[in-house]
């Protein structure tokens, strides 16, 4: 079990966090905070409890891969990178600026830990099953997580993957579903009803588990027993709410795309130093 | 040229441990040996050209060298973001073959025909596009494909409709980039990209009839060209056709055209593929590349009026 001081350690990260991106998407004048905001538990989570990861030697080759798929969270990405020092902190400033490795949607652009080339949905997963069975192949170790949008459930790509994973028995594989129930243009239930996503993915030979994506505890519990099954790959569906964090951003599509004012930026950071 | 390319491949896959071979479903009658030989580097992902695509991307991105499979229209056109953001934008060692390139599934229709698959791939940075003209070349290239990093688009057409055969005398000396010279003559240049190269002998032994001696090129390279060697090969005012089983926006015809141009040189391009149009009929893949104009009777005729214009403008 998740120790109580354990879990105030990780939520005063997030708030830190949580207002290094604001301060990086303010400057750039960026959009996808309220992404950021609602994968960066699972972020934090992974990185601080899960991953074997070596952020001075990032290509290791025993190192688990992140990819991840929804790209556009990539200043959630980056502010956990630089908090596990695989680069400065002070890099964070670049994001987005002229001539930045640190690209608004995550690329193979040199970022130590940027394992793939993503944000066109649907991509992540399919290179996901590249790397996992490259390690079954190859009897390493590693394991590989992928990390998705409800949106990216859309796209056939995805399907074909989690057909494959299924198939192949890639217990290497742990897929997240960062489910906050929004799409580009409105609500998932609305425009194209994943429900009932667990059967679905169970149909394809997958385990699978549900969290509270925002909720380190909870994370814990899921994350505890990866694989689920050994000869089957885990998808964990982490509900988890858009622009966590900051009550005004919280499950509003609009920050999907528009960046702070200074009004704003000053009652986020306010509301996150409480 | 499947054939050959299979043969090439597993002698290859024998040497190099960190050859696999992904698949999408494709590969009855010519993948059997391979797959029994080396069961676990051949990945059959199904019917699923997306997932094959990003598959071997991050197969290559953990240090594999992997041949991705299909036919032409869809391993290049399906999948074509895949190709574009998983494996060219990062250079990886994925060489895509497409086969039954062009015509070659002549009573498929449109959906079979691959005739966009070089324009799309030659638009990509980083993509090395390869089309072999007869069974030497398919082996040759196929060797070469592995010569150097990053991602490469190998297009296996048929070298006629009968028979897969040998055009060159001896096995050529290739190189990416570098035109092989077939037949010397002082007359119009031909120039062959792939499968149309038993098609363009034909053409030039035609014309050799109505004495005119043609020279021949073949060019199995599409990107990168060796644009000194190339450009070494035509004479001032001199008429260069080039002749490729696609269309003839964005392929080879396109390629020299565009550095012709770019140079401001004085030679007059004439791009010899299908044209502008989808064609919705069955038919042998010489009647479809007929409907296209391009038979020998046809192109001899032209080469013909295009030299008489040329010697009437001369005697003004």
């Not at chain 1, 170790?141 to 198939?167: C, M, N, P, Q």
């Not at chain 1, 169970?202 to 969290?211: G, N, P, R």
């Not at chain 2, 032994?205 to 001696?213: G, Q």
Request: aromatic residues 8%; hydrophobic residues 40%.
């Amino acid at each position: 079990m998740i120790t109580k001081q354990k879990i105030s350690i990780l939520e005063r990260k997030a708030r830190n966090l949580r207002k290094r991106i604001i301060l990086m998407i303010f400057k750039a004048k960026a959009s996808h905070i309220g992404s950021a905001y609602s994968v960066l538990e699972i972020l934090i989570y992974l990185y601080d409890s899960v991953l074997r990861i070596y952020p001075k030697d990032a290509l290791n080759p025993k190192r688990d891969r992140l990819v991840l798929s929804k790209g556009w969270a990539a200043s959630a990405l980056y502010s956990v990178l630089a908090d596990k020092k695989f680069f400065s902190e002070k890099e964070l400033d670049n994001y987005c600026m002229n001539g930045s490795k640190l690209i608004g949607i995550t690329t193979m652009s040199g970022v130590p830990g940027v394992e793939a080339t993503t944000g066109s949905m649907g991509h992540g997963l399919p290179v996901g099953n590249g790397m996992a069975l490259a390690a079954k192949k190859k009897k390493q170790k590693y394991r590989v997580f992928v990390v998705i949008s409800d949106g990216e459930l859309d796209e056939g790509s995805t399907w074909e993957a989690i057909f494959f994973a299924g198939h192949h028995h890639l217990d290497n594989l742990v897929l997240v579903i960062d489910a906050n129930g929004w799409q580009s243009f409105g609500k998932t239930k609305d425009i194209l009803n994943s429900s009932p996503l667990p059967e679905k993915l169970k149909s394809f030979h997958w385990e699978v588990t549900e969290a509270e994506g925002n909720d380190f505890t909870s994370l814990e519990k899921a994350f505890s027993k990866i694989p689920l099954k050994k000869g089957r790959p885990t998808a964990i569906i982490a509900h988890t709410t858009k622009g966590n964090g900051v009550s005004f951003m919280e499950d509003r599509n609009e920050w999907h795309y528009k960046y702070p004012s200074g009004e704003e930026l000053k009652e986020a950071l306010q509301e996150l130093s409480k | 040229m499947r054939g050959t390319f299979v043969n090439t491949l597993m002698k290859m896959m024998e040497k190099d441990k960190s050859i696999l071979v992904v698949s999408a479903d494709m590969g009855f009658n010519t993948f059997e040996a391979l797959r029994d030989k080396f069961p676990e580097r051949f990945i059959n992902t199904g019917v699923s050209e997306a997932d094959a695509a990003g598959i071997s991307a991050g197969l290559a991105q953990s240090g594999y060298t992997v041949f991705l499979y299909a036919q032409a229209s869809f391993v290049t056109l399906r999948c074509f973001e895949q190709i574009r953001l998983d494996i060219a934008s990062n250079n990886l060692n994925v060489k895509i073959v497409g086969t039954s390139s062009g015509f070659t599934l002549s009573q498929y229709g449109v959906s079979h025909f691959a005739l966009e698959d070089v324009a799309a791939m030659r638009a990509l940075p980083n993509m090395t596009v390869l089309c072999p003209g007869d069974l030497y070349e398919a082996g040759e290239v196929t060797k070469l494909s592995c010569s150097f990093k990053g991602p490469a688009y190998i297009r296996i057409g048929r070298t006629n409709s009968d028979r897969d055969v040998y055009i060159h005398s001896n096995r050529p000396k290739l190189k990416i980039g570098d035109p092989i010279v077939v037949e010397k003559g002082s007359g119009p240049v031909i120039v062959s990209t792939g499968s149309m190269l038993f098609f363009a002998k034909e053409l030039v032994e035609k014309l050799n009839t109505k004495k005119i001696k043609p020279l021949l090129v073949s060019l199995p390279t599409v990107k990168p060209l060796n644009e000194r060697k190339i450009l070494g090969l035509f004479r001032r005012n001199g008429t260069i056709y080039v002749l490729e089983e696609h269309t003839a926006i964005g392929g080879l015809g396109s390629a020299i055209s565009e550095i012709v141009t770019d140079r401001g040189l004085p030679y007059r391009v004439v791009r010899l593929g299908t044209g502008d149009k989808f064609l919705h009929v069955a038919g042998t893949r010489e009647y479809l590349l007929g409907l296209h104009g391009l038979t020998v009777n046809k192109i001899v005729a032209r080469i013909m009026r295009d030299m008489e214009k040329k010697a009437d403008f001369r005697k003004k």
